[in-house]
């Protein structure tokens, strides 16, 4: 009877190993401070939540539904954007923490001569990410899109995280 448990052990011991590796975020290189990280390494066994992409709410609600004054600039749809996504990831159990990957949509700014507002997205983006409260960086890519579903959105963030 157990004279195959030692052949049989390693296999039996594996899931316990597995679920133990925690998810390895790399730092950039040169000693980089920039709030992303170069690269995620997630181990086997851990299950990826992808979150749909999440818009900022209505800002100020007398203004027009498909305006930016509807939803303020770009530092204030990011912070509102990624207020959403830290609740969709509450109600799942999942913190900003868990996250792994972020795509961060920007549309170009009138105010800024048709460009992405890339400082007001890292001005929001930094209350939520690399703070001492909470150090845990994503990969990500930020990108300049023609436009979102609604005229006044100037961003649209999707997030994939990692349950723990």
């Known amino acids: 009877m157990f004279k195959h448990a030692r052949t049989l052990l390693p296999f039996l011991l594996l899931p316990l190993l597995t679920q133990a590796q925690e998810v390895i975020r790399h730092p950039l ?11 995620v390494e997630v181990p086997p066994g851990k299950t990826l939540v992808y979150l749909s992409g999440m ?6 609600t007398k203004a027009a539904k498909d305006s930016i004054a509807a939803y303020g600039d770009t530092k204030q749809q990011t912070i509102g954007a990624l207020t959403m996504i830290q609740s969709a990831l509450e109600k799942l159990h999942l913190t900003m923490a868990d996250v792994v990957k972020m795509q961060a949509f ?3 700014d009138a105010a800024k001569g048709g460009k992405m507002d ?4 890292m001005q929001g983006y930094t209350q939520f990410f690399g703070t001492p409260a909470q150090p845990h960086l994503p990969v990500r890519s930020a990108m300049q899109v023609a436009a979102l579903a609604n005229p006044g ?5 999707e997030v994939t995280a990692v349950r723990p």
């Open 29 to 39: 290189p040169n000693g980089s401070t920039f709030p992303i990280s170069a690269a």
């Open 55 to 60: 818009v900022p709410p209505v800002h100020d």
């Open 106 to 108: 920007l549309v170009g």
């Open 118 to 121: 890339f400082e007001g997205f």
């Open 153 to 157: 959105y100037l961003i649209e963030i």
